[in-house]
């Protein structure tokens, strides 16, 4: 199993640019979630989904959105980049929404000019 | 809402060494978990220990152990025989028991506490 892969590891984007960080699992997890990683903080839930065609927002959603498919990939989309959207973004994935363990992906590192 | 502090942003201990690492938090919740994630250089989110807000006993997982104060809120690690791969952020998370709002399993971070392990 490849678990949660992310693609890219890395990305510039220039104001009002969009683009879309792909996250993908190989686990059959119903549960996949984005959480963004700012300097100085913790994860931050952006947007979640318990199945496929089921999406919902977290804590920071604005600027971004979601959809699902599938089971396996959960991509989020950023419109109209914006430079406070340079993070560490994360993609979280868990058998279903009862259980406690979630297994993370290597990261997205996005900077916007 | 839950908030999780970790007060320390930055420790170092000697190789072989013993280093507790502090969080606290705050909940209305009676029943939830708490972690701890490793997150070292490479970026990759690792789970190191969890703990059950019901359970008396103080999760262990090896040279990883955890000091579990409901009353006081306090949910601290404490790693043994340090090594140099222990090198890492170290963040402190907690997670409903249950269902969040929505169906959310979200996880609510402390701000992390870098940890350098000296040779």
Known sequence: ?113 | AQTVTQSQPEMSVQEAETVTLSCTYDTSENNYYLFWYKQPPSRQMILVIRQEAYKQQNATENRFSVNFQKAAKSFSLKISDSQLGDTAMYFCAFMKHGRSSGSARQLTFGSGTQLTVLP
């Not at chain 1, 879309?20 to 997890?29: E, F, K, R, V």
């Not at chain 1, 994860?43 to 959809?67: C, F, K, W």
């Not at chain 1, 989309?77 to 259980?99: G, H």
């Open chain 1, 1 to 113: 199993n490849a678990g949660v892969t992310q693609t890219p590891k890395f990305q510039v984007l220039k104001t009002g640019q969009s683009m879309t960080l792909q996250c993908a699992q190989d686990m059959n997890h119903e549960y996949m979630s984005w959480y963004r990683q700012d300097p100085g903080m913790g994860l931050r839930l952006i947007h979640y989904s318990v199945g496929a065609g089921i999406t919902d927002q977290g804590e920071v959603p604005n600027g971004y959105n979601v959809s699902r498919s599938t089971t396996e990939d959960f991509p989020l989309r950023l419109l109209s980049a914006a430079p406070s959207q340079t993070s560490v973004y994360f993609c979280a994935s868990s058998f279903n929404s009862f259980t406690y363990e979630q297994y993370f992906g290597p990261g997205t590192r996005l900077t916007v000019t």
